[in-house]
Each structure stands twice: as structure tokens, then as C-alpha cells.
């Protein structure tokens, strides 16, 4: 299994940016996909996660200024982010988790830095 992240990057306060991964070595259909962060000294966070039906779902930090979405034809998944602010700051790792099996997956991470 690989999932391969991009589009973190350094922005201001209030700010978009755009997260996107792609997966392999999955069936991506079967599986939940998601995003998670770890901010320095913090424990690794959910931000957002899309079903593999469809249905999403977002930590409270992140809703209605994050947009999570699936493309199961290129095996990808986005986030959206927008108005960004400095606590978004953090690695931004993506995430599969199979439906049958319950076995996770995980990327490399890409770094997103909020600036004030």
C-alpha cells in the first residue's frame, strides 16, 4: 500500500491551500479515507474523513473550512482547506483504512505552515 501526499506549503493566516493523495496497492473502493495532522508536541489528529460510500466527516476544528472529497476513478483524495489559521499548522498525513479487514494505512506526510 502506498499513499503519496501533496500541495502542503507555507501560507497566511486566512489563506486556501489544497492537500491531495494518491493511492496504490489498495482496492480504493473498500476502503475509508481520510487526513489526519500532528502539530509539533501534539498527539496525530483526525481533520477530516470521507467513507467509501461517500459520507464525510470532520473534527470540529476543521468544519466548515475544510472540504474532504474522493475521486474512486483516479484513486485520490483532497482537502480542501481554506481560511486558514496557525494552529492548522502541522504534518498532514493521509489515511486508508480497508472496510472488511480494519487494516490502516498511512503516507509520508506533507508539511503545512500557517504563518500569523
Known amino acids: 500500500v502506498q499513499l503519496q501526499a501533496s500541495g502542503g506549503g507555507l501560507v497566511q493566516a486566512g489563506g486556501s491551500l489544497r492537500l491531495s493523495c494518491v493511492a496504490s496497492?489498495?482496492?480504493?473502493?473498500?476502503?475509508?479515507m481520510g487526513w489526519y495532522r500532528q502539530a509539533p508536541g501534539k498527539q496525530r489528529e483526525l481533520v477530516a474523513i470521507?467513507?467509501?460510500?461517500?459520507?464525510?466527516n470532520y473534527a470540529d476544528s476543521g468544519r466548515g473550512r475544510f472540504t474532504i472529497s474522493r475521486d474512486n476513478a483516479k484513486y485520490t483524495v483532497d482537502l480542501q482547506m481554506n481560511r486558514l489559521e496557525p494552529d492548522d499548522t502541522g504534518v498532514y498525513y493521509c489515511?486508508?483504512?480497508?472496510?472488511?479487514?480494519?487494516?490502516?494505512?498511512w503516507g509520508q506526510g506533507t508539511q503545512v505552515t500557517v504563518s500569523s
Open positions: 496497492g489498495i482496492i480504493f473502493g473498500f476502503n475509508d
Open positions: 489515511y486508508a483504512r480497508t472496510r472488511l479487514s480494519g487494516s490502516e494505512a
Open positions: 470521507i467513507t467509501s460510500d461517500g459520507r464525510s
